[in-house]
């Protein structure tokens, strides 16, 4: 049986798609907080399924690393729904946990890869709402061959430019922008080992993290929407485990909004309000 890695699995998202995944999958939880992690854990089990747990702070190269390596057997899947939200901390700390956080979890799948695998990063439709000139893909670049702490030093200072109560709203968009961006481009370095990387933009979903930003944004993008509600974890987690199989085998380099219609519902002056926090 395969071992499928869910970062952030104390999560909604992370657990929706461990009830899903750790029915055909031997599951492995990690997240920042050990109490949330037996939580979770204690839940699945409730449920019949089994799945341990590992704390892993996601900007830490070696926990990270630590992660991927512990797993017995072969890895056939990550799903890396952990991130943070703009309300969650400043700029810094949002870019470090969602920008540098994918990347080390990307570079540490790297000596793993085979066959079959793939790797699911979650990003946000805040990383479709800057136009494309706007986005600095120069420092993109910095995480193909700077060193991580480099890029992710640059890329947050790029989020401090403007008045001080746009930053963290700022770093979300580009660090979820990264996350598309990133996980595209490193296509073809999996797919020369037969594997795979994507992600997914969720919209406006029914967690924890997600009512955050109910009164930031979350809660006005509904009103975009084609379907006029919010998304559940369990609908995002359906989409997460799908790519993560072997089901989407020909699916890599792209991005899926899992939106309820948001995107398509925005013109271009509401696309510009929401990406910074209006």
Known sequence: MDTVIITGGAGGMGLATA?????????????????????AVETLAAEGITADAVVCDITDRAQVEGLVAGVSGRLGAVVHTAG???TMGSANFIVRVNALGTLNVARSCLPYLSPGFALVNVASIAGHLLPKPMLPKKVFKLALAGEPEEFSEALAKKCARGPARMHSASAYSFSKAFVIWYSARMAAEFGARGARVLSISPGSIDTDMGRLEESSGAGQMVEYSALKRFGTAAEVGEV????????????????????????AGMDFKAMMALSRGR
């Open 19 to 39: 009830r899903i995944m750790g029915r055909e999958h031997h599951v492995v939880l990690s997240d920042v907080s050990q109490e949330r992690l037996d939580s």
């Open 84 to 86: 943070v939200s703009p």
């Open 240 to 263: 997460l485990a799908f790519c993560a199989g072997p089901k989407a085998g020909y699916l890599t380099g792209v991005d899926i909004l899992v939106d309820g219609g948001n995107y």
